[in-house]
C-alpha cells in the first residue's frame, strides 16, 4: 500500500501570501492518480484538484497541482480568506483504491 | 443540481449494527459509482469501499472486508453502507461520496454527502 504523507501538519500565512502544501508519497507514482481535496470544519471534503492538471467544478485558478514521481505540490496563491481549512492529498487507482495523506491545516 | 443526502446521525452499542443511506438527485444514478469514506473524531479520512450503481460490483478496503456491505438501489438513486460488530474505534462521520464516473473503484470523488455521525457506546 503506498502511504502519503503531507507537510506541514500546519501552515500558518496571512492572506495574499503563497501556500505550498507537500504531498509525499511512499512509492513512485503519476500524477494523473494524485488528487487533492479542501475541508472545512463541519464540512465534507471538496475535490480541488486530480490528475495532473484538471480543476474541479468551480475552482479557481489560484489553486494549481504539480509534481512528479514521489513528490507533488498544491500551490495556492493569493491565498484568501475562504482558504484557510485543512488540505488532503488521494492517491487513487491503485491497490487499495484509495489512499489519504494525514491533511495539512492551513491556518491565519 | 447534485446532490447526496445522507440520513442522520445514529447511537449503536458495541457489538451492533448500522445502515446508513445515501439518496442521491440531480444526476443519472447509474452513470457514476458510490464511495465510502470515514472520518474518526479530529482524524483524517479513510475510504472504507466502492460499489458500481450500474452493476452492483464492489470493492472494500481490507480493513472493513467481512464486516461492511455496500448495496445500491437504482430505482430509488439511493445507496447504503451497513457495518456490523460495532466498535468505539468506529465512532465516526461516514461520508458517501459519488466517484467522477462510474469507470471502477479507483477514480477521484467529485460530490460528497452531508455526513452521519455514527457514535457507538454502551
Known amino acids: 500500500e503506498i502511504v502519503l504523507t503531507q507537510s506541514p501538519g500546519t501552515l500558518s500565512l496571512s492572506p495574499g501570501e503563497s501556500a505550498t502544501l507537500s504531498c509525499r508519497t511512499s512509492?513512485?507514482?503519476?500524477?494523473?492518480?494524485l488528487a487533492w481535496y479542501q475541508q472545512k470544519p463541519g464540512q465534507a471534503p471538496r475535490l480541488l484538484i486530480y490528475?495532473?492538471?484538471n480543476r474541479a467544478t468551480g475552482i479557481p485558478d489560484r489553486f494549481s497541482g504539480s509534481g512528479s514521481g514521489t513528490d507533488f505540490t498544491l500551490t495556492i496563491s493569493r491565498v484568501e480568506p475562504d482558504d484557510f481549512a485543512v488540505y488532503y492529498c488521494q492517491h487513487f487507482g491503485g491497490s487499495p483504491p484509495h489512499t489519504f495523506g494525514q491533511g495539512t491545516k492551513l491556518e491565519i | 443540481q447534485v446532490q447526496l443526502v445522507q440520513s442522520g446521525a445514529e447511537v449503536e452499542k458495541p457489538g451492533a449494527s448500522v445502515k446508513v443511506s445515501c439518496k442521491t438527485s440531480?444526476?443519472?444514478?447509474?452513470?457514476?459509482?458510490i464511495n465510502w469514506v470515514r472520518q474518526a473524531p479530529g482524524q483524517g479520512l479513510e475510504w472504507m469501499g466502492w460499489?458500481?450503481?450500474?452493476?452492483?460490483?464492489?470493492n472494500y478496503a481490507q480493513n472493513f472486508q467481512g464486516r461492511v456491505t455496500l448495496t445500491a438501489d437504482t430505482p430509488t438513486g439511493a445507496a447504503y453502507m451497513e457495518l456490523r460488530s460495532l466498535r468505539s474505534d468506529d465512532t465516526a462521520i461516514y461520508y458517501c461520496?459519488?466517484?467522477?464516473?462510474?469507470?471502477?473503484?479507483?477514480?477521484?470523488?467529485?460530490?460528497w454527502g452531508q455526513g452521519t455521525l455514527v457514535t457507538v457506546s454502551s
Open positions: 490528475g495532473p492538471s
Open positions: 440531480g444526476y443519472t444514478f447509474i452513470n457514476f459509482g
Open positions: 461520496a459519488r466517484a467522477i464516473s462510474a469507470a471502477g473503484p479507483g477514480l477521484p470523488f467529485d460530490y
Open positions: 512509492q513512485s507514482v503519476s500524477s494523473s492518480y
Open positions: 460499489i458500481s450503481t450500474y452493476n452492483g460490483n464492489t
